[in-house]
């Protein structure tokens, strides 16, 4: 199975702020990365597929980079609604594996 | 609009089998274009991909799980379904379906663009 590990697994920052989530996987997967913002009690939302490719409807203040083993997300501009907790995703082959989640908290 | 809905037992006993189905509405389960997939979220833990399937009927099993899994499609109701037999406390969580689109393969693995359809997810927990 491929191995995703995020870090941090939980950061607090302010209203403005730029924030990044780093994930990286225990073999390459291309870009074949995905991110997921989760609110409490809600299901999981794509944000990022195709590791920098913006779901529809996602503002534009979050980016995604990276390939192979290596990946990012990053929120510009941090707003009071992206207190959440991210996830990564590989999707190049199954099992599929997510992170472990990083928790968003704003200050 | 398409969406998921999960439906089924909010409570299972142990060593009985749980059974979800995942009713799709406003699109057809039939495209060519997606898996539908399970996945599973413990109490204040995180995402774990339990299967997924294509409506042709091929499946692909967590391998933690696959001994004890069947997931199945069926296109005449539009919906798919899980069984996972024998569960364990262990087995709690909230059940999501969701709609993981199709990309093509990676020597006998196949790639897919993220779960970008969800449903709302249904709890299941396992007690006596």
């Known amino acids: 199975d491929i191995q995703m590990t995020q870090s941090p697994s939980s950061l607090s920052a302010s209203v403005g702020d730029r924030v990044t989530i780093t994930c990286r996987a225990s073999q390459a997967i291309g870009t074949y990365l995905n991110w997921y913002q989760q609110k409490p009690g809600k299901a999981p939302k794509l944000l990022i597929h195709?590791?920098?490719s913006l779901a529809s409807g996602v503002p534009s203040r979050f980016s995604g980079r990276g390939s192979g083993t290596d990946f990012a997300l990053t929120v510009n501009n941090l707003q009071p609604e992206d207190s959440a907790t991210y996830f990564c995703?590989?999707?190049?082959?199954?099992?599929?594996?997510f992170g472990q989640g990083t928790k968003l908290e704003i200050k | 609009q398409l969406q998921l809905h999960e439906s089924g037992p909010g409570l299972v006993k142990p060593s009985e089998t749980l059974s979800l189905t995942c009713t799709v509405s406003?699109?057809?389960?039939?495209?060519?274009?997606?898996?539908w997939g399970w996945i599973r979220q413990p109490p204040g833990k995180g995402l774990e991909w339990v299967a997924s399937s294509y409506y042709s009927g091929s499946t692909y099993y967590s391998p933690s799980l696959q001994r004890r899994l069947s997931i199945s499609v069926d296109t005449s109701k539009n919906e798919f379904s899980l069984k996972l037999s024998s569960v364990t406390a262990a087995d709690t969580a909230v059940y999501y379906c969701a709609r993981d689109e199709r990309k093509g393969w990676s020597g006998s693995n196949p790639t897919a663009g993220g779960f970008d359809l969800w449903g709302q997810g249904t709890m299941v927990t396992v007690s006596s």
């Open positions: 995703q590989q999707s190049y082959t199954t099992p599929r594996t």
């Open positions: 406003g699109g057809s389960i039939s495209s060519s274009s997606y898996y």
């Open positions: 195709a590791a920098y």
